[in-house]
């Protein structure tokens, strides 16, 4: 019988090999989505949302690892961060909230991934960068007004009124999911594409060029 661990490594490696990754690929995105999996784990709340939204900086690790072997490593990556996260800690939110954080994290990466892949150079990771926060901002407004937000009120057994006046004690302006999306999701999504932009454009370089020379 395998543990938890045992099982996510035994799940990432058949995703890995399906999409035509070599063994040292394959060894590249576990640790990368190891590592992702902890930074998850360090939680920094922001003023301007309620307190369930934290940021945390797990995409660092994903960005850099899609910009050194591609798009669909990222992807890869993002899915052992969320496995490895859900084996050690569990879910609250029967794992649509894990499904959620992939979708944005895969919304953020994806453009950033295949932009800088056609040119690589600082000039298309930055426009990457920008595409993918652009692209992230959209994606989480949807993804939680119309499927983590209602799944979180069920889950705890409250009303999605309850989570709106959440957002309203943080800012007066909000009344609704639209509001509470665009003035609370929007700008922590916007916060954190930048500072995970930010550390990935300072450290890229430097990790790229000892991935390269491993490869």
Known sequence: MMDGNEAVAVNANAVAAKKGFGTKQIAFIGMFGAIASVLMFFEIPLFFAPSFYKIDLSEVPVLIGTFALGPVAGIAIELVKILIHLVVKGTSTAGVGEVANFVIGCAFLLPAGLIYKMK??????????????????????????????????????MPIEALIEMGTAVNKSVTDLFSFAMLCVAPFNLVKGIVVSVITFLLYKRISGVIHKVM
């Open 120 to 157: 690589k150079c600082k000039e298309n990771a930055l426009i990457g960068m920008v595409a993918g926060t652009v692209a992230m901002i959209i994606a989480g407004c949807l993804v939680n007004a119309f499927v983590l937000l209602p799944t979180y009120a069920a889950a705890f057994g």
